[in-house]
């Protein structure tokens, strides 16, 4: 089993930036494929980023290019998400998730993930 939990979000006005957190503790961390999901009220969850076990390749939504950066640190076993311009669409919960598979084919999708955290709240305020 793997726990994560993410921390960092708040209240930011446009244009300004957040840096989310998501430590991941139980089985080896240095395996997975990590991801960031997001979820307004009344919406789906939604693919933010991804990044593979190695941190060589990253994935990241049309609408967060060039704005949000994913990273991750093994030997701390946390993966961030710095989000920077950020706009009032940017609103939601963001999720972190983990896929405890090789594989890591789908990092766009929601079933390539295997394990969620709790979530944490960003606003943007315009």
């Known amino acids: 089993q793997v726990q994560l939990v993410e921390s960092g979000g708040g209240l930011v006005q446009a244009g300004g930036s957040l840096r989310l957190s998501c430590g991941a503790s139980?089985?080896?961390?240095?395996?997975?494929?990590m991801g960031w999901f997001r979820q307004a009220p009344g919406k789906e969850r939604q693919f933010v980023a991804g990044?593979?076990?190695?941190?060589?390749?990253?994935y990241y939504a049309d609408s967060v290019k060039g704005r949000f950066t994913i990273s991750r640190d093994n030997s701390k076993n946390t993966v961030y998400l710095q989000m920077n311009s950020l706009k009032p669409e940017d609103t939601a919960v963001y999720y972190c998730?983990?896929?405890?598979?090789?594989?890591?084919?789908?990092?766009?999708?929601?079933?390539?993930?295997?394990?969620w955290g709790q979530g944490t709240q960003v606003t943007v305020s315009s």
């Open positions: 998730a983990a896929d405890r598979g090789l594989d890591y084919s789908n990092p766009r999708e929601l079933y390539e993930y295997d394990y």
């Open positions: 990044i593979s076990w190695s941190g060589s390749s990253t």
């Open positions: 139980g089985r080896t961390f240095s395996i997975y494929g």
